[in-house]
C-alpha cells in the first residue's frame, strides 16, 4: 500500500510499504479516508526527534473498518470510524479514570502511545491506504454512515479535542475571558471552545494574517504578535486588566514565519504576563527543542527557562500534556451531528495522499494559507 514516509529533516515521500495485518485479537485494520497533517507532525519533520527515517507519519486518522480481529466485540466491517491520536489500552488506572493519553500498557517506559509517532510506540500511522487500531472497540469512536461532515469528523482524532482540552487544563469556568497563543489548528480549536464554552472575551495571538482571520470569523479578537509585546496589547484593550485564564498552543517552535529563530520561552513568559493572579494556564503545546543551537533547551528532556518566581507569586496553576481524547470525541463528535459545532472552518486544504510532500513543506513555512491538510489516500 502507499504511505507518508518520513526520509530525512525536511523531507517526506510517498512510497509502497507493507499493508498492516491483524497482530492481536482485539485489532481491526481500517481502509483510511482521511488522515490530518498535524503541528507535532512537524517537530519529527524538522528533524528535531529522534524520528527514524521510514516510520510512517500520521496520527489523525478516520475511514472505514475493513478487517476485525477475533477478540473486537463492538465494532462491524463497514463501521465509519475516528480515531483517537492516542493508542491506549482501555484498562490501566489512567484509562480507567479518563486519562488515555497516560495509558501505561500500551507503550511501557513512555507515558502514553500514538500513531506514526517517535518514541510513542510501535504503532505506524495512517497517512497510508491502512491503519492497524488496537484495542479497537476503546480505540476507534463510530460516526453516522455515509459522508457527511468527513471534514468535521476527521478533527475528532486530535485537534478538536485537544483545542477543549487546553482550555479545561487552564481552569476555565463560563463567563471568564482566555489568551490563546497561537492561531495553528491547535489554537483556533482552543479559541472555538472557549467561545462555545462561553467566555466572555477570547484573544488570540499569532503573527500569520490569515490565521488571525479565522480567529476573528469565530468572534475572538485577533492580536498580531508582529504589532508588539502581545500581552500589553491584550491588558491595553482590557483598560489594563489581565485574563482569567491563558492556552498556549504553539509550544516549541524553531523558526518563525518570517524566518527568524523563535524565543523557545516568549509564550510561557507572556501567559504568565497576562494571566491574572490566581488564574490558570492550559499547555497543550508540545515543547521538543533542537540540541544543540536553540538557547535555553536541552531536546532529550524538554528543558525550557520561564519565570517560576513570578508565576508562584500570581499563584498560577498549570495544566499541561498530551490530549486524552477519548474523554471528550463522543460529545464533540454529537455537538457536529447536532449542529451545534462545525470545527471545519479550520481546514484550508484538502488533498490526495501523492500531494503530501509539498504539503507537509508549505504547512512546515506557514505559508499561502495552509493552516489544516487533510490528505485523503
Ligand atoms: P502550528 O505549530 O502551526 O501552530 C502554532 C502557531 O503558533 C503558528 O500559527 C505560529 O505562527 C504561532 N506562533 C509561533 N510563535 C508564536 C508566539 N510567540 N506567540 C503566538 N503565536 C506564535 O500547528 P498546531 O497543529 O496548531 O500545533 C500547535 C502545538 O500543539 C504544537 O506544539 C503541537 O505539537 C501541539 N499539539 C499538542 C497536542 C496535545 O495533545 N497536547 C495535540 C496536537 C498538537
Ligand atoms: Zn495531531
Known amino acids: 500500500m502507499r504511505a507518508v514516509v518520513y526520509d530525512e529533516p525536511f523531507k517526506v515521500s510517498v512510497r509502497h510499504v507493507e499493508k498492516p495485518k491483524i497482530l492481536h485479537p482485539n485489532d481491526v485494520i481500517v481502509k483510511v479516508t ?12 524538522e528533524g528535531r526527534t529522534a524520528a527514524e527515517p521510514g516510520i510512517v507519519f500520521g496520527h489523525e486518522n478516520m475511514g472505514i473498518v475493513d478487517e476485525i480481529g477475533p477478540g473486537v466485540a463492538l465494532l462491524k466491517k463497514g463501521d465509519r470510524v475516528v480515531m483517537p491520536f492516542n493508542v491506549a489500552c482501555g484498562h ?26 517517535v518514541a510513542m510506540g510501535p504503532y505506524p500511522g495512517g497517512q497510508a491506504e491502512y491503519v492497524r487500531v488496537p484495542f479497537a472497540d476503546f480505540n476507534a469512536l463510530t460516526l453516522p454512515p455515509g459522508k457527511e461532515h468527513e471534514d468535521d469528523f476527521a478533527l475528532l482524532a486530535d485537534i478538536f479535542p485537544t483545542g477543549w482540552h487546553g482550555v479545561e487544563l487552564s481552569g476555565f469556568r463560563p463567563g471568564e475571558s482566555v489568551a490563546v497563543f497561537g492561531a495553528g489548528p491547535v489554537g483556533l480549536m482552543a479559541a472555538y471552545s472557549a467561545v462555545l464554552r462561553g467566555a466572555s472575551s477570547v484573544y488570540v495571538v499569532d503573527r500569520i494574517h490569515e490565521r488571525l482571520q479565522k480567529a476573528k470569523e469565530i468572534g475572538a479578537i485577533p492580536i498580531d504578535l508582529s504589532k508588539g509585546d502581545p500581552a500589553e496589547q491584550i491588558k491595553k484593550l482590557r483598560g489594563g486588566r489581565e485574563v482569567d485564564r491563558g492556552v498556549d498552543a504553539v509550544g516549541y517552535q524553531a523558526v518563525t514565519a518570517d524566518g527568524k529563530t523563535e524565543k523557545p520561552n516568549a509564550v510561557l513568559e507572556a501567559l504568565i504576563a497576562v494571566v491574572r493572579p490566581t488564574g490558570g494556564l492550559g499547555i497543550p503545546g508540545l515543547y521538543v527543542p533542537k540540541d544543540p543551537g ?18 508562584f507569586e500570581k499563584g498560577l496553576t498549570v495544566g ?8 471528550y470525541n463522543r460529545y464533540l463528535r454529537d455537538l457536529i451531528i447536532a449542529g451545534r459545532a462545525k470545527p471545519s472552518f479550520v481546514v484550508s486544504h484538502n488533498l490526495s495522499l501523492d500531494e503530501a510532500a509539498h504539503a507537509y513543506e508549505k504547512f512546515d513555512k506557514r505559508i499561502d494559507g495552509y493552516t489544516k491538510v487533510l490528505l485523503h489516500p
Open 34 to 45: 482521511t488522515s490530518c497533517i498535524c503541528g507535532s507532525d512537524l517537530h519529527m519533520y
Open 92 to 117: 490501566c488506572l489512567n484509562c480507567e479514570e479518563g486519562r488515555s493519553a497516560f495509558c501505561t500498557e500500551v507503550n511501557p517506559g513512555f507515558a502514553g502511545g500514538a500513531y506514526g509517532y
Open 294 to 311: 536553540a538557547p535555553d533547551s536541552n531536546s532529550a528532556k524538554g528543558y525550557i527557562t520561564f519565570p517560576f518566581g513570578k508565576l
Open 320 to 327: 499541561t500534556g498530551q490530549c486524552n481524547v477519548k474523554k
